[in-house]
């Protein structure tokens, strides 16, 4: 399952969400491995669809200058059907049982990058190669 950038925060947000004390701050460009570019623009997206609410953006003269802060956004009912409808996670599980279908499908999902991050470096050694 490729999963896009925007699909990656939002399941990041819902896994968060189902926490008692969720703590959205640490819900990061850096921690998910993302540029600031390509989280800033999904969580645009993510507003945009009404998937989230309550997304601090802040569109700077440029690019470089954006600012987007979502710790006191939250998944909205929307959002969370997105998710659990994406991962094929019936939705009268309990909080455990939705965990562990999360890290089911994540394992499947790092599995499918890897490969293809294994692939990618493959290709640009092979070129590098030939040059």
């Given at each position: 399952?490729?999963?896009s950038?925007?699909?990656?925060?939002?399941?990041?947000?819902?896994?968060?969400?189902?926490?008692?004390l969720?703590?959205?701050k640490?819900?990061?460009?850096?921690?998910?491995?993302?540029?600031?570019?390509v989280f800033?623009?999904?969580?645009?997206?993510?507003?945009?669809e009404?998937?989230?609410?309550?997304?601090?953006?802040?569109?700077?003269?440029?690019?470089?200058t954006?600012?987007?802060?979502i710790w006191?956004?939250k998944?909205?009912?929307k959002?969370?059907s997105?998710?659990?409808?994406?991962?094929?996670?019936e939705?009268?599980?309990s909080?455990?049982?939705?965990?562990k279908?999360?890290?089911e499908?994540?394992?499947?999902?790092?599995?499918?990058?890897?490969?293809?991050v294994g692939?990618k470096?493959?290709a640009?050694?092979i070129r590098?190669?030939?040059l």
């Amino acid at each position: 399952m490729e999963l896009s950038a925007k699909d990656q925060v939002m399941i990041a947000m819902y896994t968060e969400y189902m926490n008692d004390l969720p703590n959205f701050k640490k819900i990061k460009p850096a921690a998910m491995d993302m540029e600031k570019g390509v989280f800033h623009n999904a969580v645009i997206k993510l507003q945009n669809e009404e998937l989230i609410s309550g997304a601090y953006i802040n569109l700077g003269s440029r690019p470089a200058t954006n600012i987007t802060d979502i710790w006191n956004a939250k998944p909205t009912s929307k959002g969370i059907s997105y998710v659990e409808s994406l991962l094929k996670i019936e939705p009268e599980l309990s909080s455990a049982d939705k965990r562990k279908k999360i890290l089911e499908n994540s394992s499947k999902w790092v599995l499918t990058q890897t490969k293809d991050v294994g692939s990618k470096l493959l290709a640009e050694l092979i070129r590098k190669s030939l040059l």
